[in-house]
């Protein structure tokens, strides 16, 4: 009977010694102090703004501030690059986009970082279609009433930007090609101040993910949607299928990724935080709210697998475009 109860000991010292052990690696799998999250844009513009919103949702999860660094520039490359050559521990972390980890890929002939081999998953935050936005005063009501003044005067209407290799660069290129029309590109430094320079009236229009902040400011005027359906949040607004323009369709992401060989502890804790903070009704308000579609909270390696297989996808889009960075 005694050795019974001492292995019976034995037993439960060893289960209560591992669920510790367990604990322990997750109360350390990050380093301490705030984590540094890198936005490869300045602020003010729709990366930014989901950056912000998720970064603090995920802070009151992991008990740890999160600060944005904006190190915008280059289309997102000067952000990545910096991102990629942080201390692998969990203490960086970086948000990347379709342009950053797909369509860089293909527009610009050498990136100093891979965006796979030089970075791990954490996972997706959310999915947005571009809108095509006009200023208030614009003459033009509708996108058939655009293309038409573009047929009729090429190279005198043009569109902005959030610089060269951006995707509303890219969107801008492959309706273009859709629409048979010639218009200019305007690359500005960011996405903000492109935003101004359209509502100011400098800008003819641009296509941009996180548009309906400033549709309800009154601003601008929305002319499509470059989604397969109407937007919940912009039903009056019609795709632009049903504007004329067939096959145009854009779908900008937001994910999470660390420096290739964080330890896998550390992404796993960052992935749940993350998929905590997607579940939270008031984030899912202000995404919907921004136009931004709610997406099905991914594990380290789905999110992964969505990034590669959107790759190829991605490139097609530049070559239809026939935009290149250099």
């Known amino acids: 009977m ?15 010694a591992l669920v510790c052990s367990t604990l322990l690696s997750a109360q350390t799998a990050l380093p301490p102090g705030a ?16 950056a912000r919103l998720v970064s603090a949702q995920m802070s009151k999860t992991l008990g740890q501030s999160i600060v944005i660094d904006n190190r915008a ?31 860089n890929s293909a527009l610009y002939s050498r990136l100093n970082y891979d965006p796979i081999k030089d970075f791990a998953p954490i996972g997706l935050i959310t999915t947005s279609p571009g809108v095509m936005l006009v200023p208030k005063d614009s003459p033009y009501r509708s996108v058939a009433e655009l293309v038409a003044k573009a047929r009729a005067q090429p190279g005198q209407l043009n569109y902005g930007s959030g610089g060269v290799g951006s995707s509303q660069h890219l969107a801008g290129a492959v309706f273009k090609k859709l629409a048979n029309v010639d218009v200019a590109h305007i690359p500005f430094k960011g996405t903000a ?34 989604a397969h359906q109407r937007l919940p949040v912009l039903p009056d607004v019609p795709t632009f299928e049903e504007a004329g ?50 997406v099905k ?25 026939g935009a290149k960075a250099d």
Not at 193 to 219: E, H, N, Y
Request: glycine share 10%; charged share 20%.
């Open 2 to 16: 005694a050795r019974k109860v001492s292995r019976l000991f034995r037993i439960a010292t060893g289960t209560a």
């Open 35 to 50: 984590i540094t999250m890198v936005v490869g844009w300045p602020a003010g513009g729709p990366s930014d703004s989901v």
């Open 73 to 103: 520039g280059a289309g997102g490359n000067i952000g990545s690059d910096i991102a990629a050559r942080a201390k692998p521990d969990g203490g960086t972390i970086m948000l990347a986009t379709a342009t950053s980890h797909g369509l």
């Open 193 to 226: 101040p492109a935003m101004t320079d359209l509502m100011a009236g400098r800008v003819d229009f641009i296509i941009t993910t996180g548009a309906v902040p400033f549709i309800r400011s009154g601003k601008v005027r929305p002319l499509a949607v470059a």
């Open 245 to 294: 323009v067939k096959g145009f369709y854009t779908d900008s992401w937001y994910g999470l990724v660390a420096p290739a060989n964080t330890p896998r502890p550390a992404l796993e804790k960052l992935n749940a935080a993350l998929n905590q903070a997607l579940r939270d009704p008031e984030l899912q308000k202000q995404f919907s709210e921004q136009g931004s579609l709610l």
């Open 297 to 321: 909270p991914m594990g380290v390696d789905e999110y992964w697998t969505f990034v590669k297989r959107q790759m190829p996808s991605a490139a097609e889009q530049v070559r239809i475009s």
